[in-house]
């Protein structure tokens, strides 16, 4: 894009780390705080939360679950009951040593996820197959030591709802995984128009105490993958650990089997990241926290700001609008909401009020079109709607665009130098394997997708009997 639409925005194809940070400052969705690596999330950012946590909780509740709400801080003691667990946190937890001025005469843990703590509750609350199946999902905070931070995608305390579930049966719980991950899946896709890659984890990368891990992947501008959120089959390991047990319907003593997934705002730096151009935001309209942003042109003219506030209560019927009536110049207000990604501007001077009709400008296309006052809430709708399909279209192009084929190492390599994306290619299965890939690439396995193709016969590094396609991919 030759024409810099917002001085203030680094373009993306000269420095993409840049931009991301000036898109997420300047248009207002963070602020840093005076603690590294934690972020101030401001009213549009957290607009924007509020939309997808509303859909995601409501599917969640749709689903059969109820919210619930665990303690911030875990007991050391607790938190080692379930060793993979711990040795997989460890480098990231952050302790509580003091309370006042007293050193405590246990350390605690604050939260960088809750499956203890559930697991603990659990214990004492289910006896019997009548009991189950449990259900729970929490909307919290947590904290992960982080040692390299960037707004929405890697922080030390974000947001997000963990689900956290015990079942009768390895098949209930199962089931209960994929179903979370399809729910997660649809929300990116319908919602936020990010196309996923569903799979499940290697072993290497599974969630630390876990079965299985699943996930969906997705695939940002400059070729980078982003876990987009992960579910997990934790099998019995937690209830043996926790001693969560049930008397079965032969009157048996049994282990749950559990599971537990989340969806947290890094979600939000995905977005960004997959949509935004040079001139900054591109919000999909079903989580716009405004949809439709009405620009008053001449406002100072008799009858423009009555025409444009009239216009205002008659279509937050409808859709979420707003309104700028300040004394800025019109061509700020167009960059200025240009660069938050506003889906639609509606703009209307006394011409416009003259010949009954308005102008609408599409932000993910720049075009403008005339349309007449009557109809205009099908006009709007039917606008919104091509826009949401079409940022997913795009993205689903670029994505198939950034994903190659290797069938040999040397391939891997090129195609990864030339080429940043996803590379499929086929696996032995062995760890050493993917730790020669990470090491002499920086590339790491995203998923073994549940759509399996057969590339090659044989293993992408070390050239043995291949077992399964992954995706590869460098990644935030």
């Not at 619930?68 to 952050?94: C, N, R, T, W």
């Not at 890697?154 to 399809?182: I, N, P, S, Y």
């Not at 993917?434 to 044989?458: G, N, V």
């Not at 050239?463 to 399964?468: D, N, S």
Request: glycine share 6%; aromatic share 10%.
């Amino acid at each position: 894009m030759s024409k810099k639409f917002v001085e203030r925005i680094t373009g993306m194809d000269e420095d993409f780390a840049q931009w991301y940070t000036d898109v997420v400052t300047k248009a207002e969705l963070v602020d840093y705080s005076s603690v590294r690596g934690s972020m101030i999330i401001r009213p549009y950012g957290y607009a924007l939360w509020e939309n997808i946590r509303n859909e995601l909780d409501r599917r969640i509740k749709e689903t059969g679950h109820e919210n619930v709400y665990m303690p911030l801080f875990i007991p050391e003691s607790l938190l080692q009951k379930e060793k993979d667990h711990i040795e997989g946190f460890a480098p990231e937890v952050a302790w509580v040593t003091h309370g006042g001025d007293e050193k405590l005469a246990e350390r605690l843990v604050v939260r960088p996820t809750s499956e203890v703590l559930f697991g603990e509750h659990y214990k004492n609350i289910i006896h019997s197959y009548r009991d189950l199946p449990k259900l729970y999902n929490q909307w919290a905070n947590v904290v992960r030591w982080e040692k390299t931070t960037r707004p929405f995608l890697r922080t030390l305390e974000f947001l997000w709802q963990e689900g956290h579930t015990c079942h009768e049966t390895d098949e209930l719980a199962q089931e209960e995984t994929v179903k979370m991950l399809e729910v997660y899946a649809e929300i990116c896709e319908q919602f936020l128009a990010i196309p996923v890659v569903k799979g499940q984890k290697t072993e290497k990368e599974k969630f630390a105490g876990a079965k299985h891990t699943y996930t969906i992947e997705s695939l940002m501008h400059d070729g980078k993958a982003l876990q987009s959120a992960t579910s997990h089959h934790l099998g019995d390991g937690f209830a043996k650990a926790f001693g969560i047990q049930f008397l079965d319907r032969e009157g048996k003593q049994q282990y749950v089997q559990q599971t537990s997934w989340g969806f947290t705002t890094r979600i939000i730096g995905a977005m960004i990241m997959v949509h935004g151009d040079d001139r900054g935001l591109v919000v999909p309209p079903r989580i716009a926290p405004t949809q439709l942003m009405i620009v008053p042109i001449a406002q100072h003219k008799e009858g423009v700001l009555d025409f444009a506030y009239d216009l205002k209560e008659r279509l937050s019927g409808h859709f979420r609008v707003g309104i700028d009536a300040s004394d800025k110049k019109p061509g700020w207000k167009f960059n200025e909401y240009e660069m938050k990604g506003i889906p639609l501007r509606l703009e209307a001077g006394p011409r416009d009020i003259e010949q009954n009709q308005v102008v609408l400008v599409r932000r993910d296309t720049g075009e403008k079109l005339t349309v007449a006052m009557d109809g205009l809430e099908e006009t709007i709708a039917s606008l919104l709607e091509d826009i949401q399909n079409s940022l997913l279209e795009k993205a689903r192009q670029h994505r198939e665009e950034k994903t190659s084929v290797a069938v040999n190492f040397d391939e891997f390599k090129i195609q990864l130098e030339e080429k940043a994306g996803f590379i499929k290619a086929m696996w032995c299965g062995e760890q050493s394997c993917e730790d020669k890939i990470k090491e002499e690439t920086s590339a790491t396995s995203r998923c073994m997708p549940f759509e399996q193709e057969q590339l090659s016969e044989e293993c992408v590094c070390c050239g043995e009997k291949a077992k399964q396609m992954v995706y590869w991919a460098k990644a935030y």
